[in-house]
């Protein structure tokens, strides 16, 4: 039986634990939603106070060169490369996730025109974040040129959907409810043996779990800052193309930053080469800025101490849930085995909804997903190990005293 | 002749004076760019602290419900619209402009396709700006359907340009170089006439210059906060649809933010009723936030105060530079008349952009764009009479002494 004893050891020993200064928590709270949206730096405070009032309220339109707001969305990009497996020159942070989708989806449909026009078929899983597939939709409606979306119910059923149809394969490398995460390298070949491009969505991975882009073979992947690098409520995503890929087509969304002379005012558009041709509109900067609070952390560890830590974190929730939690109709749905788990563990319950509300009416922030999902991530910049004992306890209180069935459910749902 | 007095005497006079209280400006400086970008609004630096220290690190992931983060793009575009002759419910104030002209006009296409699917031109000015067009261009090459960019040189050229070809006519209501404004009532019916439909991108209108969507029949809107609003470098742009067009129609950016069930996570794309399905992706929050500000300015005062007061500072401007700078090679590129002229002025000059250098050297910031334009903006809500002064005779010392010529030219360029 582990004790809270072991888990307060556990903090002792952890060498991550001095990390957990450089964010600024609530007190009271047991913060098990970073995979939704990350803890705040201590630093943003102060970068937000020069952003607003030096650069923009004294440096005004003159903040765009001596601020350094023009290139932003590139100088960011190459804090983040290290982290996701990219190198320099190769990742744009900007736009949302959604968007930064239909730029690298478009770009690839582009390029199997042009070797394999015959393949109109885009892969992907029907427990993929809905979004992802929304946008599919809407770029194949938009196209009109026979484009469908093929989607599997499990990872197993990839390699047989996986065909001499197939343009795309669309995945999310860890799954926003399951926490299932596919090995990356693997699924790539599959994916490039059939003909395939791939996309990967890495939204619950860049800053969870070491991702290797170059090495993995990757076409195309996209991203959000807001979650494990806590860049801030919305804070921008990214885009990453491999550099092969990357120049070969432009994408629609053409906007004036992504132009090769941006002020030059030409009517004509010419793109950028290289990731900037994935750059549109001009961006919110204030948001923006505070992604490098996020990325400055990551630069006092490295993704391989992380994972330690992360795949710790939640071995032992899943031990303690069971250990305190036994005869409730808890059923785990994230892989026990390593290699297939990300950073977050989830358990259904048949009223999950109720008990993540009693559960945050006690500081215990988790948060639900249809259908019956409740979610817990573990950020191991932030994370103890005594919380994780905290938190399992309460939830063995409020499922033996069934305090859920009384619960306020003063809000539905949470924004991911 | 004018004089300094007279200019100190309109400023005793002006009832919109103490408005510039609301603003931060630097000193030493005459802004004269809040047409590029707004000064900031006292009240960003306490609302940031309150979104970065209390939103994000005290209520975290429960802020999307208890601070009203999931429906601040709707909030805000109601308390935009009325300075656009928008309804309630109608705006969102969310992405980019590029990003929403890219999704107006997919729903206009789509629109035309089914009403007079032999309509494939889509007229615009030369002289729009790049963007806009850089966006067409981006969606007709996507598309693949035989779309084609018909460009004018010039407005009186817009009347025998839309024939029974066109599909859309997308203007920009106040020229970013010339300040030249159109007739929206007027060209909006031509357009109507013609059987196409209008897009306005009033980037340089909204809190500018009066505008009325309702009264003129208007299509399809975008535009920008980050200029005439104040709400922050890159703050979002607003997008508009007439509401008989609204729910005709899917724009192709359909994002989760714009389903009409958004967290029942289901697979297939069902679109918002109203103006809610232009929405996408998660916004960035912090930089969302301080448009409110902006926006909060404006219901001090109305927009027919603004423009008799944006008159005047033009006018006076326009008198100032005839009088100071005779003899030098300055070309008046705005219109004289009121009905022609929105809130800026420019004027060529073969050395612009290095005198435009130099003011900005003497704390006098307009700004440059190609080819020979040197802009200068004019905010009712905090330019003084008496800066105008100030701005023309440094102006005239600059060009009379060429302290041009010797100017050190840190920067090229500055964002629009």
Same mark, same amino acid.
């Given at each position: ?124 899983? %029907? *427990?993929?974040?809905?979004?992802? /597939? ?5 770029? #194949?409606? &938009? ?5 469908? !979306? ?121 793109? %950028? *080469?290289?990731?900037?041709?994935? /750059? ?5 900067? #204030?948001? &923006? ?5 996020? !990325? ?121």
């Amino acid at each position: 039986m582990i004790d809270k004893n072991h888990c307060l050891r556990l903090d002792e020993q952890d060498p991550l634990a001095p990390l957990r200064q450089q964010f600024s928590l609530p007190e009271g709270v047991i913060y098990l939603d970073g995979n939704s949206l990350g803890a705040r730096p201590v630093a943003a405070a102060e970068r937000a106070r020069q952003v607003i009032e030096q650069e923009w309220g004294e440096g005004l339109i003159r903040s765009w060169n001596t601020a350094g707001w023009r290139d932003l969305s590139q100088r960011l990009g190459d804090r983040l490369a290290p982290l996701i497996g990219a190198g320099a020159g190769e990742v744009v942070i900007t736009d949302t996730t959604s968007i930064n989708l239909f730029k690298v989806l478009s770009a690839a449909l582009q390029v199997q025109a042009g070797r394999a026009p015959q393949r109109r078929v885009i892969v992907s899983e %029907s *427990s993929n974040f809905p979004t992802d /597939l929304y946008i599919v939709e809407g770029l #194949t409606q &938009l196209l009109q040129q026979g484009y469908s !979306l093929r989607l599997v119910d499990s990872p197993e059923q990839l390699p047989a959907a996986i065909d001499q149809d197939t343009a795309v394969v669309l995945l999310t490398h860890v799954n926003y409810k399951t926490g299932y995460m596919h090995d990356m390298q693997a699924t790539t070949r599959l994916i490039h043996e059939a003909g395939a491009l791939s996309i990967w969505d890495l939204a619950h991975s860049a800053g969870a779990v070491p991702v290797d882009l170059g090495r993995s073979g990757a076409d195309y992947a996209i991203g959000c800052t807001y979650k494990y690098l806590n860049g801030g409520p919305g804070s921008q995503a990214f885009a990453w193309v491999a550099p092969a890929l990357c120049d070969l087509v432009t994408q629609p969304l053409s906007g004036w930053f992504g132009h090769a002379r941006q002020f030059d005012m030409a009517t004509r558009y010419e793109p %950028s *080469s290289g990731i900037a041709r994935y /750059l549109c509109g001009t961006q919110p900067i #204030t948001s &923006l800025a505070m992604v490098e609070c996020g !990325l400055e952390v990551f630069e006092r560890t490295d993704m391989q101490s992380l994972r330690r830590k992360s795949l710790a974190l939640t071995d032992l929730f899943i031990e303690l849930v069971e250990q305190r939690c036994v005869g409730h109709e808890l059923k785990l749905v994230t892989p026990r085995e390593h290699a297939k788990r990300g950073s977050h563990v989830s358990f259904e319950h048949p009223e999950g909804y109720a008990v993540i509300q009693a559960l945050i009416a006690r500081g215990v922030i988790g948060d639900y997903r249809e259908p019956r999902i409740m979610r817990f991530g573990f950020t191991p910049l932030y994370t103890r190990f005594s919380e994780v004992w905290d938190a399992v306890q309460i939830l063995g209180e409020v499922l033996d005293q069934k305090t859920w069935a009384q619960a306020q459910f003063q809000v539905r749902h949470s924004v991911t």
